[in-house]
């Protein structure tokens, strides 16, 4: 059986001092008015409590706000110690029970962890219903499918590992470095592959520009302004879900989703002859040749069962 005090003792993380910014809040205040052993110092130990929901002080975002300390082994002096904030070097005393208050801040004790713990949701599975899971998810989990809209390249993720495990950091950007490569960017990769598939006809006059505006956007020698991407987006997701629809494929929410999904079975999918089913190389290629193409124009022209004469 676990020990009742211990549970609802602070719930607190320890942490190295292996950092600039870990260092920071010390050296203003806390280090000036000590001895240079009593100083906390490179790769000395700190401890960090956790605010409870709801309990961040009014003018501290909670992004932005984690109370931290150096190291004290005794649990039963937490509760008087005044923490200082990593981001504002702020002093606050902290309590576990009853509402917050301005002058202390409520943070999280271990049974709070525990409890949350049993219900944490499963973000990389599907509920029985199908949809992602949540904390009041019940049942048999299932796989939940992953589609890649983009490919972007990231930093190590081992950028200040200690701090993001001990959650004294909450925004991801803080950590994660992004680069950009252009030849992997959406619009070229989707949206462009995608559109060179339908008449170009129908583009421009769904998008209401020119032809050859068209023409030269999809050579990939022009790159669209923001406004004219975003309905060029838009259309070729529209055109791509009919295509779906017509070849019985249940076509996925979100329009990146479904360019994705349709780059995927045309690459799957033999693109073929509208009249003889002819395999053709060409993928913006409607007939495999003249024949085809007069034989089809002569049944749109001249149905079957109407005289020509």
């Given amino acids: 059986m676990l020990d009742r005090d211990w549970l ?10 292996s950092s600039a910014a870990a260092l920071r809040p010390f050296l203003r205040s806390y280090n000036a008015s000590r001895s240079f052993a009593e100083q906390v110092k490179p790769f000395n ?11 961040h002080p009014a003018g501290y975002p909670p992004q932005r706000f984690q109370l931290i300390h150096p190291f004290e082994p005794n649990p039963t002096r937490w509760l008087e110690l005044e923490w200082i904030d990593h981001y504002s070097g702020d002093r606050f005393r902290i309590h576990t029970d009853g509402a917050p208050s301005p002058d202390s801040v409520k943070v999280k004790t271990n049974r709070d962890v525990l409890d949350r713990y049993r219900t944490h949701p499963e973000p990389k599975s599907l509920d029985p219903d199908g949809r992602p899971c949540h904390r009041q998810s019940v049942g048999l989990l299932q796989r939940r499918p992953v589609t890649a809209t983009e490919i972007s390249y990231i930093g190590k993720e081992s950028n200040r590992l200690d701090e993001t495990t001990a959650g004294l950091i909450h925004d991801s950007s803080e950590i994660l470095s992004s680069y950009s490569d252009p030849n992997l960017d959406t619009w070229r990769t989707l949206v462009v592959a995608t559109l060179r598939e339908f008449n170009t006809a129908e583009i421009a006059l769904r998008a209401a520009v020119d032809r050859r505006t068209i023409q030269r956007l999809l050579s990939g020698t022009h790159y669209p302004r923001r406004r004219h991407r975003q309905t060029l987006t838009a259309i070729a997701a529209d ?26 079975t045309s690459a799957t999918t033999a693109h073929a002859c509208a009249v003889c089913g002819v395999p053709l190389s060409n993928p913006r290629a409607t007939y495999c040749g003249m024949t085809c193409k007069k034989r089809a124009y002569r049944s749109r022209t001249h149905p079957r069962g109407r005289s020509t004469a």
């Fill in 239 to 264: 055109l791509a879900k009919i295509d779906l629809i017509q070849r019985g494929i249940e076509p996925p929410c979100g329009a990146l989703a479904i360019l994705c999904v349709s780059r995927d």
């Fill in 45 to 55: 130990f700190l401890i960090c409590v956790h605010a409870a929901p709801f309990s």
């Fill in 8 to 17: 609802d003792r602070p719930y607190v993380s320890r942490i190295s001092a």
